[in-house]
């Protein structure tokens, strides 16, 4: 047995850690001081600007937020943007998944069609899907030729319609980053298990649902976390197709620190969408780590 050392602490089960815990800070030391600068200090003063004013620590700028009516619209309609739009990304992401995992005929060039929109800013998806629903777009356009009346999509008289422009605008861009993910996650699936089901007799659809999905759940999981946190962050496409007419939680903080000339409220309205990101992560990682081990 190895006697303990300088240097060597004992860790549970008898272990012997391999050195001193100063060995290891130099290697990560640069990587903390990146952290530190990127992330932490830019937090540290969003957190100052929001809660402190002239005459020191203040409620005020938060209170302004909240009695803002426009700040309570744009978070229902995050959450619905939210609540509608990611088991839409989903279903659809998983079914050119599926589909390409089945290799037809020219199958890489499908994948190369359905992740170009990855290629694209926000600001130019929505610019392009406003030419389609604005109202000498081609939508409209298809529709007088075919004897019916134009309709104004993106009039704030029409905000069922206003939102699923939204929705479909949003459905073409992102749901191609949770296609990427779900295809590097099968890559990883080995098809021994998918055929053993097949021998026992198990259907396409028992198989995706009890071999397949437990399998690409740590893939998903990384998925639902990045694309609810994007959904929070959301701006560019609802902005450039219905400007404030269907106002989000992001577009609160440019309107605020552009147009009002309030960083401080502004930067509240931002610690907000931080918060529901870090809640919402924190929820996920806390709802499927509790699930059953895949294979089991």
Known sequence: ???????????????????????????????????????????????????????????????????????????????????????????????????????????????????????????????????????????NSVLDAAGISPYAWLSFQHPATMFLAVVIAELWRATSLVFVIVVAGMQGVPRDYDEAAAVFGASYWQRVRHVLLPQLRPSLQVALILRTILALEAFAVAQALTGRNFPLLVGETYQWYTALQNPNVATAVALVVLLLSVVAAVGYLRLMRHGPEPGR
């Open 1 to 139: 047995m190895l006697a303990t050392g300088p240097g060597r602490r004992r860790l549970p089960g008898g272990l012997m850690a391999a050195g001193p815990a100063r060995r290891a800070l130099p290697l990560i030391l640069p990587s903390l001081l990146f952290m530190t600068a990127l992330f932490l200090l830019p937090l540290i003063t969003g957190v100052a600007q929001a809660f402190r004013g002239p005459d020191g620590l203040t409620t005020g700028y938060l209170r302004r937020m909240v009695d803002d009516p426009y700040f309570w619209q744009a978070a229902r309609n995050t959450a619905l943007l939210i609540v509608v739009l990611i088991p839409l990304q989903f279903a659809l992401a998983l079914a050119m998944a599926l589909l390409l995992r089945e290799r037809p005929r020219l199958a890489g060039l499908h994948f190369y069609i359905w992740v170009i929109p990855l290629a694209i800013s926000d600001l130019a998806a929505g610019l392009v899907w406003l030419s389609i629903f604005t109202d000498r777009g081609y939508l």
